[in-house]
């Protein structure tokens, strides 16, 4: 069956760096596209970071450009997330996502189950 499995959460100081992985299995990874999304208390779930499945496309929320890295690696079957200069704002449930391209008769969506990061001092 399909899983996302995300992990690399936790603390860390305002400036600081962390990275997310997403694990994914039980569909053809290479073909889909994967995103990370974000959700704050009282907030409604964001879009962060996006890759596409074989080209590699990325695409970026505003508030994280410069800043975070999306990157996949379609052997492993893994999609992170390179986080640098943390700010207090992105403190957030960080959950990954995979969409099925167009071209699939059925599209498919699934998530994670989402990982924790909290930036404080």
């Known amino acids: 069956q399909v899983q996302l499995v995300e992990s690399g959460g936790g603390l860390v100081q305002p400036g600081g760096s962390l990275r997310l992985s997403c694990a994914a299995s039980?569909?053809?990874?290479?073909?889909?596209?994967m995103s990370w999304y974000r959700q704050a208390p009282g907030k409604e779930r964001e879009l962060v970071a996006t890759i596409t499945g074989t080209e590699r496309s990325t695409n970026y929320a505003d508030s994280v450009k410069g800043r975070f890295a999306i990157s996949r690696d379609n052997i492993k079957n893994t999609v992170y997330l390179q986080m640098n200069s943390l700010k207090p704002e992105d403190t957030a449930v960080y959950y990954c996502n995979a969409l099925a391209p167009t071209w699939y008769s059925k599209r498919n969506a699934y998530w994670g189950q989402g990982t924790q990061v909290t930036v404080s001092s």
């Open positions: 039980g569909f053809i990874f290479r073909n889909y596209a």
